[in-house]
């Protein structure tokens, strides 16, 4: 019988599948679910509260057994982690093609998915969960620098030296802010409710330190603040809790933010709720543990609002925690703006976005040459420059070797087919997947989120992840995925993923360059068609073409 065990992808250049593509899925499948990678692996869950890679342990073997056995002119389909079809197909189709947590609009919120859920219909596939595409906390790492680096250019004279973050959510994503917030020279206090959320984060080097208290976490922070030393404080507690202590307190707080798992209320820990009680209170009494869980949020963003109303920056870190505190009916939940429309979206117009790869061969020389090689692709781009080199040096590889940086039309694709040239030559021991998060520039709507006060006021409008998808498929990618409610949670988004294989062969070096060009082309024909002036000299000067600016 099929049952939870540890699970790690195979390493090296020998094949269990037919071919790269196959054998590229497979492993990042397994990548997906490797204990050193995911949450909560013998659950299937990867990261983002309940994001699984599967929907059930059958439906993994099934997966493993079909692209074993999977050919080069066949697709694996796949409803919400469960492999339903193979069609023939051809060999510049995907290899695998994913929908997931999809419902129709009406139907579309967390009461009926967790009714289907629970019959065993459907399961929750976040963005890079089911599309097995995650790589560790890495993969949010250099967005979430990003974001803090623009904070401090926006308010603090472009550093984070001598200035107080206060953030919640330690988990797969949110355990990147502790980091972020020091490689831009910050000093960060983070709470989480779960101790080995914090533990796992020191662990793995991406935060420094525990305190024993609130008062202790703050005396540690001004000391550091002062010497403008970089240091990331983990507490323990309810973020409900302790983000209005301290605001009661007047703590010297510069950045506040939050990376809990709002988006899904059974995530989120309720005020007077023991962190260990947490999980059979919400399996035993869901309605009672929403309601709950979104009055204990509406008190952590009123306490949010609280700093902003005393000077500080204040932003939503894209989990949804205005609208659930919204729901609980604070009225004000919307004061602070969402990271994307107040940093983010100048980067998107210029097809930007979190490109990834991941060495399929498991060796870290692999990676440290692509390193190499993108530092010589783009010799201008400082900030990356900065980033692949600390990277290099600080960040902790989980699972499959891998790296993210942000690039932009034009780049990527330049970057795909260095690699597949690097694989042709031997240069790289072992072919490399391409992929991205699906927030991106061009494959997500989200009005809470990467789409959120769009200029033309289209933020609902789903067709762009939908045409994206498209896009990639038609364009060769190795395989394609199309989601529902990810990050922000049940009808509240929809949105597209790709994977390209770089193998080394010609063929792979025809459908990298198609991809990687077509998949950010998306980010720019989205933003120029919203208006956006940056994204009409992008396509202006890099060649895309707009038709209704034609003509
Ligand atoms: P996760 O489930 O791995 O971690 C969430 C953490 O929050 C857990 O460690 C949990 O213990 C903690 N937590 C829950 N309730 C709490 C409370 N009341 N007080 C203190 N801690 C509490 O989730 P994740 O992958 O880290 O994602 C976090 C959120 O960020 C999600 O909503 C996700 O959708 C969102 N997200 C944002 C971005 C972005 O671009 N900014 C990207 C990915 C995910």
């Not at 988990?171 to 502790?178: D, E, L, W």
Request: some cysteine.
């Amino acid at each position: 019988m099929s049952g939870p065990r540890p699970v790690r992808a195979p390493r090296g250049t020998e094949l269990s599948a037919r071919g790269w593509q196959q054998e590229a899925a497979l492993r990042m499948l397994q990548n997906n679910l490797d204990p050193e990678v995911a949450e909560h692996p013998d659950k299937l869950v990867v990261y983002g509260g309940t994001g699984k890679a599967a929907r059930d342990w059958r439906s993994f073997d099934a997966m493993v057994r079909t692209l074993q056995t999977l050919k080069q002119d066949e697709t694996m389909l796949v409803q919400s982690g469960r492999p339903v079809g193979v069609m023939q197909t051809h060999e510049w189709a995907p290899r695998v093609l994913i929908a997931n947590s999809n419902l129709v609009g009406d139907w579309a919120n967390w009461e009926e998915f967790r009714r289907l859920e629970a019959l065993g219909l459907t399961m929750y596939g976040q963005m890079t969960a089911g599309s097995w595409i995650y790589i560790g906390t890495q993969g949010i790492l250099q967005g979430t620098y990003e974001t803090f680096a623009a904070v401090a250019a926006k308010r603090f004279g472009g550093t984070l030296a001598g200035t107080i973050t206060l953030t919640a959510g330690l988990g797969g994503m949110g355990g990147a802010q502790p980091l972020a917030v020091t490689m831009n020279d910050g000093v960060a206090i983070c709470i989480d409710c779960d101790p080995r959320a914090i533990e796992r984060r020191i662990e793995h080097r991406y935060l420094d330190v525990k305190a024993d208290s609130l008062d202790h976490a703050l005396q540690l922070a001004t000391e550091a603040r002062d010497a403008r030393r970089p240091l990331s404080i983990g507490v323990l507690g309810n973020a409900a809790e302790l983000v209005p202590q301290l605001l009661a307190m007047n703590a010297p707080i510069d950045i506040v933010t939050d990376q809990t798992s709002a988006h899904d209320p059974l995530a989120y820990l309720p005020l007077g709720i023991d962190f260990g009680d947490m999980a059979s209170y919400a399996a035993e009494k869901p309605a009672d543990f929403t309601r709950r869980a979104r009055e204990s949020m509406a008190k952590h963003v009123e306490a949010m609002v609280g700093f902003q109303d005393a000077g500080a920056e204040v932003f939503d870190y894209g989990n949804s925690i205005r609208g659930e505190a919204q729901l609980a009916g604070y009225e004000r939940a919307f004061a602070f703006p969402g990271f994307v429309p107040a940093y983010i979206r100048p980067l998107f117009c210029e097809g930007k976005g979190p490109f990834r790869w991941a060495a399929l061969s498991g060796d870290p020389k692999d990676i440290a040459a692509t390193d190499r090689a993108i530092l010589d692709l783009f010799p201008e781009n400082e900030s990356l420059a900065r980033w692949i080199k600390m990277a290099g040096e600080r960040v902790h590889f989980q699972g499959l070797p891998a790296r993210i940086c942000w690039l932009g039309y034009g780049e990527r694709d330049r970057a795909g087919e260095r690699f597949n040239d690097m694989v042709a030559s031997g240069e790289l021991s072992a072919p490399v997947v391409i992929g991205r998060d699906h927030l991106d520039c061009g494959s997500v709507a989200s009005p809470y989120r990467e789409t959120e006060a769009m200029l033309d006021g289209s933020d609902a409008i789903a067709d762009w992840p939908l045409l994206n998808a498209m896009v990639n498929v038609a364009s060769g990618a190795s395989w394609v995925s199309l989601h529902h409610g990810g990050g922000v949670g049940m009808g509240r988004s929809i949105h597209a993923g790709q994977v390209t294989v770089a193998d080394g062969t010609p063929l792979a070096g025809e459908k990298i360059r198609r991809v990687l060009t077509n998949d950010p082309g998306m980010g720019v024909i989205r933003h120029v068609d919203a208006g956006y002036d940056i994204a009409e000299s992008v396509a202006a000067d890099r060649g895309v073409r707009i038709p209704m600016r034609e003509g």
